[in-house]
């Protein structure tokens, strides 16, 4: 299994809409081969935090968005970081 985490920048004048954008990128990723999960916390100072899980590195090099994409408006993708996942609970 592989995770990708997308670090994001917010424009939080603009928090109703890049919620809103959330539910875009949802759709867009369940119908991704190999997508498993995906989480997005709250932001904190206007920084955002999404972590995608899919069942291969294949997958998940595959759907992770490029730096300085917008996914909505107001969102900016800062970084992205595509890992093994070595363990869970």
Do not use: C
Not at 56 to 73: L, N, W, Y
């Amino acid at each position: 299994m592989y995770a990708v985490v997308v670090h994001t920048e917010i424009d939080m004048t603009h928090w109703d809409e890049a919620r809103d954008g959330i539910q875009v990128v949802k759709r867009r990723l369940k119908d991704s081969e190999g997508f498993q999960h995906a989480m997005w916390m709250m932001p904190i100072d206007g920084r955002g935090l999404m972590i995608s899980l899919w069942e291969d590195e294949t997958s998940a090099v595959a759907a992770a968005p490029a730096v300085g994409f917008s996914p909505a408006p107001g969102v900016t993708v800062a970084s992205v970081e595509t890992r093994e996942v070595i363990d869970q609970a």
